[in-house]
């Protein structure tokens, strides 16, 4: 059993840790050079033993299957693709959020991060700003000087044009 302090400080190492292998994996892409691709090798390498080092968990857990993820941001897999998006979001990541959607399959369409459960529905992170931003701007409506409580009237999409992907390591 350890203090409150010692696991939130424990905790900060493995975020820093997750957060430099993702950011890596963003310059790599961008990149492609064979020292952005040793860098993401020894960044995953630090955060699984790290983790390893102080949770018990199960191998499968913590997937770090590199060539594999890789290979399919590389080849334009929209699974992987989603689910370094996902992993990005937030505010410490937001440049490199906006880099990767650049590069993605993405591109040029709303990611919103939908975590589900049972009986609920939650947007994580920033999906939700980012949803109503972009349909604000979309809108024509000048909302920079109006403070208050708004809705956001969408018509229904078409079903065709919708997708949804699970990020889950399966």
């Known amino acids: 059993m350890s203090d409150p302090f010692t696991d939130v400080a424990r905790a900060h190492r493995e975020w820093l840790l997750a957060n430099r292998y993702l950011q890596a994996i963003v310059e790599f892409l961008e990149t492609g050079t064979d020292e952005a691709r040793q860098l993401v090798t020894q960044c995953a390498s630090d955060e699984r033993e790290y983790v390893f080092g102080r949770r018990w968990i199960r191998d499968d857990e913590f997937d770090i299957s590199f060539p594999a ?45 939908v975590h589900h459960g ?53």
């Open 69 to 113: 993820f890789i290979s399919g941001l590389l080849n334009g897999g929209e699974k992987e693709w989603a689910r370094l998006l996902v992993q990005l979001e937030g505010d410490a990541s937001r440049d490199y959020y906006e880099r990767a959607k650049a590069l993605s399959p993405f591109k040029d369409q709303i990611v919103v991060h």
């Open 118 to 170: 049972v009986t609920w529905l939650h947007l994580e992170g920033d999906s939700g700003k980012r949803l109503a931003e972009s349909l604000w701007k979309a809108s024509g409506y000048d909302y920079a000087d109006d403070l208050g409580n708004f809705a956001i009237i969408l018509p229904h999409p078409d079903p065709s044009a919708v997708k949804v992907i699970k990020t889950d390591t399966d």
